[in-house]
């Protein structure tokens, strides 16, 4: 027996999905969004490295700062501080701390 002829019809890519039709779009989309992606990546990534760098720096410079404040305050007590010669000692010894340190008697200890 012959072989029997066959019509042979043109393919059409309406059958094929959307990602097989044209590959070489495909591929050059592809390159492009990663590209996109990636850099995208290291804009978010150097932002994120700046803020942190950012809030680091402040916290520093808030430290320096207290630290500064807080030194700054114990010169002034220091300098504050009026020595002399108390005579009536159990008088003294019978007020708070509290009391002793607002009106400026310190004991030898807490000088």
Do not use: C, Y
């Not at 410079?61 to 010669?85: F, I, L, P, W």
């Amino acid at each position: 027996m012959a072989k029997l002829e066959q019509r042979q019809l043109p393919k059409s890519n309406e059958g094929k999905p959307a990602h097989f039709r044209d590959m070489s779009t495909r591929k050059n989309n592809d390159v492009e969004k990663i590209k996109r992606e990636r850099e995208r990546r290291h804009r978010v990534r150097d932002l994120a490295r700046q803020l942190r760098d950012d809030v680091q720096q402040e916290e520093k410079r808030v430290r320096e700062s207290r630290k500064a404040n807080a030194q700054r305050k114990v010169d002034n007590e220091k300098k504050s501080m009026v020595v002399q010669e108390i005579k009536n000692i159990k008088a003294m010894k019978k007020l708070s701390p509290k009391h002793r340190h607002k009106a400026k008697i310190f004991l030898k200890h807490e000088l």
